[in-house]
Nanobody, 121 residues
Framework: QVQLVESGGGLVQPGGSLRLSCAAS????????MAWYRQVLGKQREMVAV???????NYADSVKDRFTISRDNAKNTAFLQMNTLKPEDTAVYYC???????????????WGQGTQVTVSS
């Protein structure tokens, strides 16, 4: 069974930094894209950043030049380095991965449990 486990959330002051990690565990054949989404209570979940297996990344306009997504394919782990954090970055951050569970099964979406990021003085 595939699991995505996030870590690294917490409370930080405006202008500070945090680094989120997302590790995929269990038995699976391959990982395609990995991404970070965030959601504020009462609002839709939004994509923050996505990275392909080859390392190409895309970002939401609101986080460009402040956030950096990366991944370690050998460790099946993705990271989100968040700098110059703003109060409006406060949300629950979710890891997403598109994974092929076995060679015979198609690609599927998997989600982590979410980690809270709070930016406040």
């Amino acid at each position: 069974q595939v699991q995505l486990v996030e870590s690294g959330g917490g409370l930080v002051q405006p202008g500070g930094s945090l680094r989120l990690s997302c590790a995929a565990s269990g038995s699976f054949f391959s990982i395609n894209t990995m991404a970070w989404y965030r959601q504020v209570l009462g609002k839709q979940r939004e994509m923050v950043a996505v990275i392909t297996s080859g390392g190409s990344a895309n970002y939401a306009d609101s986080v460009k030049d402040r956030f950096t997504i990366s991944r370690d394919n050998a460790k099946n782990t993705a990271f989100l380095q968040m700098n110059t954090l703003k109060p409006e970055d406060t949300a629950v951050y979710y890891c997403n991965a598109v994974i092929k569970p076995t060679v015979l099964v198609g690609w599927r979406d998997y989600w982590g449990q979410g980690t809270q990021v709070t930016v406040s003085s």
